[in-house]
């Protein structure tokens, strides 16, 4: 006589944030994303005591850190999105920086944002350039081909005397500046919060100078805002699906006709611009460059921002060049040891998250099924015996 067993019930999945974020109103979500790009914007101003930097400005650093976070963001469309590794990232950014110099600076007085707009359509057409014949290689030929490019990019700055060689480029012209008012930050003693309201100690909103590199900080995260809306509206189109499609397999992507190779130029294109865009920001910012300011060891950095917030995920990017910018900073004391830490820290990540602090949607879908899997595994091996 058999006995029949019943399977044991599955415990209903516990609801992850992104579920409890998608059943909020809508109103609701607009107001917390709001209050939250509020809090950045006056974060320089509130000095933080276990944020700030001790060792450095602290509108400084913010203003580094928002400056990776944006190249982060562009290498993520080319690296996370088309799964293209980009090795000479940095070229792009080189690029973008040397544009709004030399024609705002060394060969010109072309105003500002016309120095923009020539700096990413430069930097577009260059990635074009450079797509249109090396895209149809893949793998490690594709990464040592725009190794090769940053390097390039690098010592030709260094080797053109109409660039101005070794010496590089001073004076490149800063945003034009609207002195509205003055904003005073915060003095902690230890949990107490006074106001300071000296005039070394307040950041004068939309004023551009060489000291105060706050208004660039929020320069920056108004463009970082932009670039977040236009990757969300792109990532749920069409041509976000078929960069997705493109990555995960390629020749299925083909036989289901999606123009891969049009996709990819697409992505290593828009890639370029966002990487122009931060370059001339940063030469906007600094006020002078030179070819050691585009070194390749840039361009692993931006790769390490990506890897480290997860590829694929635009918030995990803009993590990541948060922790390599960031974290360098307000660890300054150990500067000896900063590579070697660092080193520690991408071996554990390596090891224990593999995807990145936030790995992609798709990255978490696979693992709960994974999940699921070995759990039904498990229940009908127990169902057997």
Known sequence: MSTATTPAKRSPAKPTFADRW??????????????IALFFFILPLLNLPIVSTEDAEFGAVLATVANYALV??????????????????????????YTVGVFGSLHGQVPWFVLIVMAVTISTASGLLLGAPTLRVRGDYLAIVTLGFGEIIRLTALNTEWLNGARGITGIPRPPSTELFGLPSLVWDGAVAKVDLGEGARSVFLKFG???????????????????????????????????????????AELNGVPTFRFKLLAFAMGAFVGGLSGALYASRVGAINPDSFMIQLSMMFLAAVVIGGQGNRWGAIVGGVVVAYLPERFREFAD????????????????????LLPPRRARRAQRADAVTKELEGTEEGARA
């Open 22 to 35: 998608t059943t909020l109103p809508k109103p609701v979500q607009i107001a917390i994303w709001v209050l």
């Open 72 to 97: 982060a963001l562009g290498l993520n469309i080319v690296l996370g999105y088309a799964g293209l590794l980009d090795l000479g990232y940095v070229g792009f950014y080189a690029i973008g920086a």
């Open 210 to 252: 060489l000291l105060d590199a706050v208004p660039y900080y929020w320069l920056a995260l108004a463009v970082i805002i932009l670039v977040l809306i236009a990757d969300r509206l792109l990532q749920s189109s069409r041509v976000g699906r078929a960069w997705e499609a493109t990555r995960e397999d390629e020749e299925a």
């Open 337 to 356: 040891f900063r590579i070697v830490v660092f080193g520690l820290l991408l071996l554990l990540l390596a090891n224990f998250r593999p995807q990145g």
